[in-house]
């Protein structure tokens, strides 16, 4: 196992105690990417973590090194750094480290940005409607930060929905660009607590199901991030309309998704 790593946190967020924004710069400078691929940031597995998280049932393997796929919140023309948006899991093995780092901490950065959650095949000029579910917003905010994003595609519907208000990160930058871009919508869903002016309360999907976001298969294509289980329950709203998930086998298809779990 190599035990040096490779890059450095720069800046830490804390959105809450248990969403974090990260910065970090790679040794090797920022690679080039497309906006919503992903890539592992590790740890070694003897990194501490907070006294007061319950103790590990079954601590990592101490030969290797503790790593995790990461969606990019930062757009490709930022070289500084890559953002990455962060749920920590008090039980999660590497999440419950990684919450420890402070600016000038060390981890390890994968030697590979790869993912196909892409637009990439996003016909020209179609409309866009992004889902996400909590950290899930990190590649839209990717996309969103770059302007290639704007020229390829129509209109950009975005989606996020989280359990409490304090959890809308992201919220400012969005609104502002929401107020400047009128091929820009934003709606926020809160499932724990009444929402902000102007959102909504429930789960993502019921904007689809009673309506507030109408999509057309012929027009919109879906992207879909974060919790499997909303992923599985919107694909099955969407069915019935024609969306059927992107492959090689179905270029066609218009439907794209990230499961984090
Ligand atoms: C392509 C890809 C991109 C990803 N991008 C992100 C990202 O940008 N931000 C991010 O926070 N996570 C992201 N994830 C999830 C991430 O890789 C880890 O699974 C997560 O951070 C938990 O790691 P851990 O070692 O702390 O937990 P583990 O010890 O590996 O425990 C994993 C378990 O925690 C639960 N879990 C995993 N992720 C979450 C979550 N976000 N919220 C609630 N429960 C969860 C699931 O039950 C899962 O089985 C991504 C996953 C994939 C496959």
Redesign the pocket.
């Known amino acids: 196992m190599n035990r040096e790593p490779n890059a450095e946190i720069i800046q830490r967020v804390e959105i809450t105690s248990d969403l974090l924004i990260l910065r970090v710069k790679p040794d090797a400078g920022v690679a080039d990417f497309i906006p919503g691929q ?1 890539v592992t940031l590790g740890l070694l597995p003897d990194a501490p973590r907070p006294k007061e998280f319950p103790i590990e049932e079954t601590p990592p393997d101490p030969t290797r090194i ?1 790593q ?4 990019i ?1 930062s757009s490709p023309l930022e070289k500084q750094f890559l953002e ?6 008090p ?6 480290r ?1 919450v420890l780092l402070k600016p000038r901490a060390r981890l390890f950065i994968g030697p590979k940005i790869t ?1 196909h ?1 892409t637009l990439q095949t996003v016909p020209q000029g179609k409309n866009a409607v992004m889902i996400a579910t ?3 917003i ?2 839209f905010i990717s996309m969103l930060r770059t302007p290639g994003t704007w020229d390829q595609l129509g209109n950009i519907t975005l989606i996020h929905g989280v359990r409490f208000l304090r959890d809308f990160a992201y919220r400012d930058e969005l609104l502002a660009l929401a107020a400047k871009n009128l091929r820009f919508r934003y709606f926020a869903v809160s499932s724990r607590e009444d929402p902000p002016a102007g959102g909504y309360r429930g789960y993502v999907q019921k904007l689809l199901s009673n309506g507030i976001v109408p999509i057309k298969a012929d027009t919109d294509s879906v992207f879909l991030c ?2 499997p289980a909303m992923v599985e329950d919107v694909e099955k709203i969407l069915a019935p309309l024609g969306y059927s998930q992107h492959t090689k086998k179905n270029p066609d298809g218009n439907l794209y998704y ?4």
């Open positions: 992903y503790l995790r796929a990461y969606s919140g990455f948006y962060l749920a920590v899991l039980s999660g093995a590497l999440t419950s990684l993912g959650f909590g950290t899930g990190a590649p974060g919790n990230e499961k984090y779990w």
